[in-house]
């Protein structure tokens, strides 16, 4: 599975983005997905995590009632939809993927494929 990860950019605190990931290669909707972010001297985080079906997921509890992950097997694309964004919020954010049968994996190790990371800034 190939991964591009994109939508990321410059917003003001509060603001939203929505990002996006495509998937291309083997059957995507055969995997569970989830987006991590990194900020600059701080380790790789989970961020959200979905299903290959949809359900269930997975928020971490900085960004729970704020994040919403999703996806459209059909069009093999994953996303991450941002609102009430904060400064700490600023991060690269990375999707990944991986073969599961149910469920979702919660550690980074346990993905096989990465997105090349979009940049995520949301200024004061």
């Known amino acids: 599975v190939q991964l591009q990860a994109s939508g990321g950019g410059l917003v003001q605190a509060g603001g939203s983005l929505r990002l996006s990931c495509a998937a291309s290669g083997r059957t995507f909707s055969t995997y569970g997905m989830g987006w991590f972010r990194q900020a600059p001297g701080k380790e790789r985080e989970l961020v959200a995590a979905?299903?290959?079906?949809?359900?269930?997921?997975y928020y971490a509890d900085s960004v729970k009632g704020r994040f919403t992950i999703a996806r459209d097997n059909a069009r093999n694309t994953g996303y991450l939809q941002m609102s009430s964004l904060k400064p700490e919020d600023t991060a690269v954010y990375y999707c990944?993927?991986?073969?599961?049968?149910?469920?979702?994996?919660?550690?980074?190790?346990?993905?096989?494929?990465w997105g090349q990371g979009t940049l995520v800034t949301v200024s004061s």
């Open positions: 990944a993927a991986g073969y599961l049968r149910s469920g979702y994996y919660t550690r980074a190790r346990e993905y096989n494929y």
């Open positions: 979905i299903s290959w079906s949809g359900s269930p997921t």
